[in-house]
């Protein structure tokens, strides 16, 4: 077993973990909420956010694993702070420096991991985002952004303590140590109990697109747009008042106001400082429409399948659940139509997977303008999809569509100047008479469609 080799800046690094002040403090929503979806979005059951320590890892947050800490000589996180990449191991038990090792060899029985390392804001390594699993496997590229993009999530929460602390301490001292604030990435805004703006950085200038002269001594409440605007001053007369700090001290997410009236999400944490018996409050603002952007394009690529852009199974089986639940409510009928195509793998072995990709991306266009804007066509396997039609009369309803469907897909397909002509099974499962979960649906329609193939392919078969 290769024990984790001990950085050349070990004491500076301690120190900057030490100054975190997260080692051994209660579990945060914050983290918790990175960890969750590390292991939803790259569908591997283990996700931790570890601190390494001097002697041992310790786990700021954890999901499938019950242990809270585990020796520095044994873990893997303790080789990830090594680099600055994402340090993987795709199969333990085929490398030389793991595969003896105790984890390998007793619980958690890693035999995949892949940590990306974080860093304080001067840049130490102080731990990991990593993932686990229980059987080999590698990260694809995208794969690879999704952990690295949730990790650099987790170093801003991280990051953002610090860099109150470091306020607190120069804020209105020194020309020299206010001349720090000019050369921050984030906006710094500071307002005093009347919410009158009293400085702001180069960085808030550029965010907002007011000169420091233009917002100076106005309300900070021109920065936001309404009902906040207005809310903004009560909020503040409030806590004056009550002490009751609703949102001093605690980031959170709020709407921004630029000059020319545009609107913009960003993440906001507020501190409170007295100054020579003056009561001020500092924002530490950053504009997070990017990373909104990719955590939804990160969302959007978990729930979608790659080579078709349609639903895929999991995001299906979550539209499947609720309109099992309004069908419920509202007592109506629903229909199931599992799909497969007819002689696909001879095309493939024939002319090739990109001659057969291109195929299934033409004949979900063709099945997916059969249906109406309420229905849902996922692709479910690799030739294999579904069709949900969560509001229907009757049963003939499904079966005008099924039979849409078997004509588009016989239509012949113009694959690179070649000809080629497919067919498909269909099974159909109706809902409440044909069960009352999706699991009991999904199972009758699938024998309905192998039924279908059993039976000379290329037609409709109802469940029994």
Known sequence: MLTPPVPPNEALRLNALKALK????????????????????????????????????????????????????????????????????????????????????NAPYIRFYAGAPLKTIDGFNFGTLCVIDQKPRSLSNHEREVLRSLADWAQYEFSLPVIHETLDKVLFQDAKLAAILNTVVDAIITINEQGLVESLNPAAVKMFGYA??????????????????????????????????????????????RKDGSTFPMELAV??????????????????????????????????????????????????????????????????????????KPINDTFGHTVGDKLLRMGAVRMQNCLRESDTLARVGGDEFVVLLPQIENKDNA??????????????????????????????????????????????????????????????????
């Open 22 to 105: 997260q080692l051994d403090t209660a579990s945060d929503e914050r983290f918790d909420r990175i960890t969750f979806l590390a292991s939803r979005l790259l569908d591997i059951p283990q996700a931790i956010i570890s601190l390494i320590d001097t002697d041992r890892q310790w786990f700021k947050s954890c999901i499938g694993l019950d242990d809270a800490e585990t020796s520095r000589h044994i873990s893997f996180c303790g080789h990830a702070i090594l680099g600055d990449d994402i340090f993987e191991i795709p199969d333990t038990l085929k490398d030389e420096r793991f595969f003896d090792n105790p984890l390998v060899l």
């Open 212 to 257: 420091p002269a233009e917002i100076i001594g106005k309300n900070i409440s021109h920065l936001m747009p309404e009902p906040y605007s207005k809310e903004h001053d009560e909020y503040l007369k409030r806590f004056l008042q009550t002490r009751e700090p609703k949102v001093i001290g605690k980031g959170r997410e709020v709407t921004g106001k």
């Open 271 to 344: 501190s409170e400082t007295v100054v020579s018996g003056r009561r001020f409050f500092t924002g530490i603002l950053r504009d997070i429409t990017d990373r909104k952007a990719s955590e939804a394009l990160i969302l959007q690529m978990a729930q979608t399948d790659h080579l078709t852009g349609l639903p895929n199974r999991a995001l299906f089986a979550d539209r499947f659940r609720q309109a099992i639940s309004i069908a419920k409510r509202e007592n109506h009928v629903l229909a199931l139509i599992y799909i497969d195509l007819d002689n696909f």
């Open 399 to 464: 079966q005008v569509v099924a039979e849409k469907i078997l004509d588009v897909l016989n239509q012949p397909f113009d694959l690179n100047g070649k000809n080629v002509t497919i067919s498909c099974s269909c099974g159909i499962s109706i809902y409440p008479e044909n069960g009352a979960d999706e699991i009991e649906l999904t199972k009758r329609a699938d024998d309905a469609m192998y039924q279908s193939k059993k039976t000379g392919r290329n037609k409709v078969i109802f469940a029994n």
